[in-house]
């Protein structure tokens, strides 16, 4: 394949700012695209409990389209929170919009947060691929056709390069390489 042009770390690579240190770790993030994301203009006349006109549900899902994209690619301490407007920006209400600008403003505050990729810790000879979930089983209301659904269930999951024994180890550092969280389909009443 042809390379376009070649850089130096710091640089900027599809939207992400990568950072190389002297002890070549690599340190990823999102600032720059974290902190043009705006937030929702929401009147001071209206109540929690409106229900958003066009305009605001346009607004909304954008701002939660846009964090989202923050969160896949740099930020996974933001997945569960975008996950749960997502769930919500198509039917939203003046709470959501009010939910989802507090979210943004902790990602604003916290924009150069990222992933790090420390230089030790793994060997390219023995690193395993590990995956880690958890659930919050029947605590979640999700929107489903315009009505509130509660007893639904939330999912994470990270799947990330470990060293080699791991599960025996009380610590260890990881590169994560994938994250989400998502809801459940499924209902589990246990």
């Known amino acids: 394949f042809s390379v376009r042009e070649r850089n130096l770390p710091p640089f900027r ?36 409990t409106d229900k958003c006109n066009e305009e605001e549900t346009t607004c909304l899902r954008s701002v939660v389209a846009a964090l989202a994209w923050v969160a896949r690619q740099a930020r996974p301490g933001l997945s569960y929170q975008v996950s749960k407007l997502q769930s919500v ?4 209400f003046i709470k959501d919009m009010k939910e989802c600008n507090k979210v943004l403003e902790h990602a604003h505050e916290n924009s150069t947060q990222g992933i790090h990729f420390a230089s030790e810790g793994i060997s390219w000879d023995d690193a395993v691929v590990c995956g880690i979930s958890d659930g919050s ?26 060293p080699a024994g791991v ?5 260890a550092i990881i590169h994560p390489i994938s994250w989400s969280a998502t ?8």
């Open 13 to 48: 690579f599809c939207g992400k700012e990568v950072e190389q240190s002297e002890d070549y770790s690599i340190t990823v993030t999102a600032k720059d695209n974290t902190e043009k994301i705006r937030p929702i203009d929401i009147g001071a006349t209206r109540k929690g």
């Open 89 to 92: 920006a198509g039917k939203g």
């Open 137 to 162: 089983f029947c605590n979640e209301t999700v929107m489903v056709d315009g009505v509130p659904e509660p007893g639904r269930s939330q999912q994470g999951c990270l799947v990330c390069l470990a």
């Open 167 to 171: 599960f025996n180890m009380p610590e």
């Open 183 to 190: 809801h459940i389909k499924r209902v589990c009443r246990a």
